[in-house]
């Protein structure tokens, strides 16, 4: 019994070392940008150890990719197959709502600073590690495929791409406006057009 009480206690003194690095991180971010977000200048904002920081994150763009992708997630297997195309677009549109209430949570600030070219975090090519939700919407779409739902008539590679890179210039129209871009609208409009010419009804015979 004191072996659980005792790793609970550790976990929760993790989650809470966690917390403080991102939170240190986040202040690097919206007050000096992301040049300025080094692991030196985050270990003394946070006020732990360089070894402390690498025991939970690899890099500093890990740490970031770590609280874009991993905090909001929605279990892809929750996400019921409906009985049409539209249906399925609604489903994959939800998944973004999510990651736009969650990038609302997180400031224009902190965004701004996250979306930055040199930040590999939001490199698809070499990441291979937590790239939600993206993974989410394949999975859902590749489930709604195999159940006869829908068909493609583009490949998923150029579907999750182009997916994404919709989601991004979305991101980055919020944040060069300021905020005062019409985010939910915006992205639900521009991912509404592309599903509907990509995600094609399977006739029923």
Known sequence: MS??????????????????IFQAAKK???????????????????GVSNGSFYHHFKTKDDLLSYYIEEQPTINPDLLEIPENAGGVEQGIIQVYMNYVKYCRELGVEFMSGYYDTKNQALNAAIRTERPYPIVTVQTYVEKAIEAGVVKLNVSIEEFTTDIRMIVIGNVFEWCLRNGEADFEGNMSRSLGKYLESTLCEVEKN
């Open 3 to 20: 072996e659980k009480v005792e790793l609970s206690r550790q976990q929760r003194k993790s989650q809470e070392t966690r917390e403080k």
């Open 28 to 46: 690097i971010l919206q007050k000096k940008g992301y040049e300025e977000l080094s692991i030196k200048n985050i270990c003394e904002e946070a």
